[in-house]
């Protein structure tokens, strides 16, 4: 039998969810039924709402999506993989280390500091311009190398966060029981920290598939890229929408999960 206190709760729950609901649906009649009214409505509509357009379009670029994902799913890998070992150059204790620990500051501050966009035009651009022959001055290989530094120095952080919040109780009693100091981090701290900063991250590999549109400045025709050469040929924005709705269609599922798996950990602590 539920306590008068989880009826209660289950009360209110229910009565806040029905609030939401409402002013929710309020807002959204607000908005399709006062946004025709305003005078430029008819244009704007032709131009980012074409029927015609969008259903012409959507296919090539869903087919110009496939390259996102491409370039995504091998450029998720080598970030996870650089910004571990980042993380694990910046936890580095050993005197003898300290070289390694403060290129690792140093690549960060960097990294984190300067534009993903500037980091693909100097390298998309730059690397090339040596002369190398193919497949050496791909924009496909420097587009891929320029996020992988630039995320790799945000995912070394987050790593980096979930390693400090290990308490140090652990590493002491990891290393009196005769475990190296290699080995606890191996077998003590990484499993933990890895599964702490599971939402963090994917946060950011969320960010890291719509910041692949990017390398469209560079060369690679993939769906932002794709969306203007339909804009341009038939004069119209809508391409650009029904790319948006694609990425939405990948995004948001993710970022919900993302947010399950936060809820999940807090509860967990709780």
Same mark, same amino acid.
Not at 75 to 88: D, T
Not at 187 to 196: E, F, G, H, N, T
């Given at each position: 039998?539920p306590?008068?206190? &989880?009826?209660? =709760?289950?009360r209110?729950?229910?009565?806040?969810?029905? !609030?939401?609901?409402?002013?929710?649906?309020?807002?959204? %009649?607000a908005?399709?039924?006062l946004? #025709?009214?305003? #005078?430029?409505?008819?244009? !704007?509509? $032709?131009?980012?709402?074409?029927?015609?357009?969008?259903?012409?379009?959507?296919?090539?670029?869903l +087919?110009?999506?496939?390259?996102?994902?491409?370039?995504?799913?091998?450029?998720?890998?080598?970030i996870? %993989?650089?910004?571990?070992?980042?993380?694990?150059?910046r936890?580095?204790?050993?005197?003898?280390?300290? #070289?390694l620990?403060?290129?690792?500051?140093?690549?960060?501050?960097?990294?984190?500091? !300067?534009? /993903?966009?500037?980091? *693909?035009?100097? /390298?998309?651009?730059?690397?090339?311009?040596?002369?190398?022959?193919?497949?050496?001055?791909?924009?496909?290989?420097?587009?891929?190398?320029?996020?992988?530094?630039?995320?790799?120095a945000? !995912?070394a =952080?987050?790593?980096?966060?979930?390693?400090?919040? *290990?308490? &140090?109780?652990?590493?002491?009693?990891?290393?009196?029981?005769g475990?190296? =100091?290699? +080995?606890?981090?191996?077998?003590?701290?990484? #499993?933990?920290?890895?599964?702490? /900063?599971v939402?963090?991250?994917?946060?950011?590999?969320?960010?890291? &598939? $719509?910041? /692949? %549109?990017?390398l469209?400045? *560079?060369?690679?025709?993939?769906?932002?890229?794709?969306?203007?050469?339909?804009?341009?040929?038939?004069?119209?924005?809508?391409?650009?929408?029904?790319?948006?709705? *694609?990425f939405? %269609?990948?995004?948001?599922p993710a970022?919900?999960?993302?947010?399950?798996?936060?809820? $999940?950990?807090?509860r967990?602590?709780?």
């Amino acid at each position: 039998m539920p306590t008068r206190r &989880q009826i209660h =709760e289950a009360r209110i729950r229910r009565r806040s969810a029905a !609030v939401a609901a409402a002013s929710s649906l309020a807002v959204l %009649a607000a908005i399709v039924l006062l946004v #025709p009214l305003a #005078p430029g409505w008819p244009a !704007v509509k $032709k131009s980012f709402a074409n029927g015609e357009v969008f259903a012409k379009t959507f296919p090539g670029l869903l +087919d110009a999506f496939l390259l996102d994902i491409a370039i995504f799913a091998w450029s998720a890998p080598l970030i996870f %993989a650089a910004g571990l070992i980042v993380a694990l150059m910046r936890d580095a204790r050993a005197p003898a280390l300290y #070289p390694l620990r403060l290129l690792g500051i140093v690549y960060t501050d960097v990294f984190r500091g !300067v534009p /993903v966009i500037l980091v *693909i035009y100097l /390298v998309g651009f730059g690397v090339p311009g040596l002369g190398m022959p193919r497949p050496w001055n791909s924009p496909y290989l420097w587009g891929t190398v320029a996020l992988v530094l630039t995320y790799a120095a945000y !995912v070394a =952080e987050v790593f980096r966060t979930g390693i400090e919040s *290990i308490h &140090q109780s652990q590493r002491a009693a990891a290393l009196s029981l005769g475990l190296s =100091e290699s +080995d606890t981090m191996r077998y003590v701290i990484l #499993p933990q920290a890895i599964r702490r /900063v599971v939402p963090a991250n994917m946060n950011l590999f969320i960010a890291l &598939q $719509k910041d /692949v %549109a990017l390398l469209s400045f *560079i060369g690679p025709v993939e769906i932002f890229r794709q969306a203007g050469v339909y804009k341009s040929l038939l004069a119209n924005f809508t391409p650009y929408v029904g790319a948006a709705l *694609i990425f939405l %269609a990948v995004t948001i599922p993710a970022t919900r999960y993302a947010d399950h798996l936060m809820a $999940k950990q807090l509860r967990a602590r709780s």
